[in-house]
């Protein structure tokens, strides 16, 4: 059996009527950017939110800078995140000019640490960007009560996290504006690239519209901008996709469940955790090894037995190489959880479209593997030779 970490065609083919109508549809209209599909895609965006307003936009990276720069916030300026994310998060703060301030994140959610955050904050700083790593909450309301006793703001960057929801919290209600990404693998993707932002706040919304499109609302008026729009073939998968969103969580919710039931007894890496009360969309199923030096032999095994597991993310960004690249970027207090984290991480395929036996056969790779480790059952720590 083989294993595919993404199931994007399947997914395409399950819906592909759903999609192909809308495509036609952009296709027919002769209107492909800025048209009515993305006015009616962002729309449908705001109210899957509960927010006022939901822009269209290039890509999920762009909308984290855009709604910083939004935000007034540029040069001179520190943001707090933290660094086992995807390198866009801090990438976005440096593109729009300020210095990326890295702290710890939790060690059981990996998501920032709230109670590391405090000692990160200077008169230069002027907002945090928590991230949903993996598609479950970070813990919006101890970072919100620290915002606003300190009068920062707070960008969510929900690439991985679209429909989650926290404890008695929404995403994008505890913030100023939330962020996401369309790309391909993500729980809401489309064909190719593209991201948005939803917010309650007029100001942000004016200011990223204007940003996107050359700095204009209207033909031939134009002040500082970019060219950043989603364009509207896009926004008609998009749209397509959104009704199935609730869906594709609960399925990927249900493989969560299998893999976790399947996995408990393992000894030789920690599985992921859901807080009680949040709803987790693993966007990633991520467990992580006792040992940093099993990573790459659990992973070896998967993969020399048809399983495509991959890492997210193997090399934090303050480890890349050549970082910070002349940018201002400050860590702050040890980041040794985050550390941990890219080392020993794994993630194992999750789709909605997995079929029970491709999920149990990976349940079984990594069992197996376990096993081999564990004292008393094979030599300890061994490199295993791959079974096919
Ligand atoms: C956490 C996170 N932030 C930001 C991004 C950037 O999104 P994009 O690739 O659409 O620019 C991604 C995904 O790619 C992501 O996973």
């Given at each position: 059996?083989?294993?595919?970490?993404?199931?994007?065609?399947?997914?395409?083919?399950?819906?592909?009527?759903?999609?192909?109508?809308?495509?036609?549809?952009?296709?027919?209209s002769?209107?492909?950017?800025?048209?009515?599909?993305?006015?009616?895609?962002e729309?449908?965006?705001?109210a899957?939110?509960?927010?006022?307003?939901?822009?269209?936009?290039?890509?999920?990276?762009?909308?984290?800078?855009?709604?910083?720069?939004?935000?007034?916030?540029?040069?001179?300026?520190?943001?707090?995140?933290?660094?086992?994310?995807f390198?866009?998060?801090?990438?976005?703060?440096?593109?729009?000019?300020?210095?990326?301030?890295?702290?710890?994140?939790?060690?059981k959610?990996?998501?920032?640490?709230?109670?590391?955050?405090?000692?990160?904050?200077?008169?230069?700083?002027?907002a945090?960007?928590p991230?949903?790593?993996?598609?479950?909450?970070?813990?919006?309301?101890?970072?919100?009560?620290?915002?606003?006793?300190?009068?920062?703001?707070?960008?969510?960057?929900?690439?991985q996290?679209?429909?989650?929801?926290g404890?008695?919290?929404?995403?994008?209600?505890?913030s100023?504006?939330?962020?996401?990404?369309?790309?391909?693998?993500?729980?809401?993707?489309?064909?190719?690239?593209?991201?948005?932002?939803?917010?309650?706040?007029?100001?942000?919304?004016?200011?990223?519209?204007?940003?996107?499109n050359?700095?204009?609302?209207?033909?031939?008026?134009?002040?500082?901008?970019?060219?950043?729009?989603?364009?509207?073939?896009?926004?008609g998968?998009?749209?397509a996709?959104?009704?199935?969103?609730?869906?594709?969580?609960?399925?990927?919710?249900?493989?969560?469940?299998?893999?976790?039931a399947?996995?408990?007894d393992?000894?030789?890496?920690?599985?992921p955790?859901?807080?009680?009360?949040?709803?987790?969309v693993?966007?990633?199923?991520?467990?992580?090894?006792?040992?940093?030096?099993?990573?790459?032999?659990?992973?070896?095994?998967l993969?020399?037995?048809?399983?495509?597991?991959?890492?997210?993310?193997?090399?934090?960004?303050?480890?890349?190489?050549?970082?910070?690249?002349?940018?201002?970027?400050?860590?702050?207090?040890?980041?040794?959880?985050?550390?941990?984290?890219?080392?020993?991480?794994?993630?194992?395929?999750?789709f909605?479209?997995?079929?029970?036996?491709?999920?149990?056969?990976?349940?079984?790779?990594?069992?197996?593997?376990?096993?081999?480790?564990?004292?008393?059952?094979?030599?300890?720590?061994?490199?295993?030779?791959?079974?096919?």
């Amino acid at each position: 059996m083989k294993v595919e970490f993404y199931g994007h065609v399947r997914q395409y083919h399950n819906i592909k009527s759903e999609i192909d109508q809308n495509i036609q549809t952009v296709l027919e209209s002769g209107a492909y950017v800025m048209g009515p599909m993305l006015k009616r895609f962002e729309g449908e965006l705001a109210a899957y939110h509960s927010t006022k307003f939901a822009i269209g936009l290039g890509n999920g990276t762009d909308a984290i800078w855009m709604a910083l720069m939004a935000l007034g916030i540029g040069p001179g300026d520190e943001v707090i995140t933290h660094p086992n994310t995807f390198f866009a998060t801090a990438e976005a703060i440096w593109i729009a000019g300020a210095t990326a301030v890295f702290v710890d994140c939790d060690p059981k959610t990996k998501c920032i640490d709230p109670a590391k955050i405090e000692a990160a904050i200077t008169p230069k700083t002027k907002a945090i960007i928590p991230v949903h790593l993996y598609g479950q909450c970070a813990d919006m309301p101890a970072i919100k009560k620290i915002a606003d006793k300190h009068h920062l703001k707070i960008i969510e960057d929900n690439a991985q996290g679209i429909g989650a929801h926290g404890n008695g919290f929404k995403i994008a209600e505890l913030s100023d504006a939330a962020t996401t990404s369309f790309i391909i693998q993500k729980n809401l993707g489309t064909f190719g690239d593209s991201g948005a932002l939803v917010t309650d706040n007029a100001g942000i919304d004016a200011t990223v519209r204007r940003l996107r499109n050359h700095g204009s609302n209207a033909r031939n008026v134009h002040s500082y901008g970019f060219n950043s729009r989603l364009d509207d073939l896009h926004a008609g998968i998009l749209s397509a996709k959104l009704k199935h969103i609730n869906e594709y969580n609960d399925l990927r919710r249900k493989w969560s469940v299998r893999y976790t039931a399947g996995l408990k007894d393992c000894k030789t890496f920690d599985l992921p955790v859901e807080l009680p009360g949040y709803r987790h969309v693993f966007h990633l199923y991520v467990i992580e090894t006792k040992k940093p030096e099993w990573r790459d032999q659990l992973l070896d095994y998967l993969v020399r037995n048809n399983i495509d597991a991959k890492t997210h993310y193997s090399i934090a960004i303050h480890q890349q190489a050549g970082y910070p690249w002349g940018k201002g970027a400050r860590i702050v207090g040890s980041i040794a959880h985050a550390e941990r984290n890219a080392a020993t991480c794994i993630s194992l395929p999750m789709f909605p479209e997995l079929t029970p036996e491709e999920v149990d056969y990976v349940i079984a790779k990594v069992k197996e593997w376990d096993k081999q480790q564990v004292p008393g059952t094979a030599a300890k720590g061994k490199k295993v030779a791959a079974v096919a």
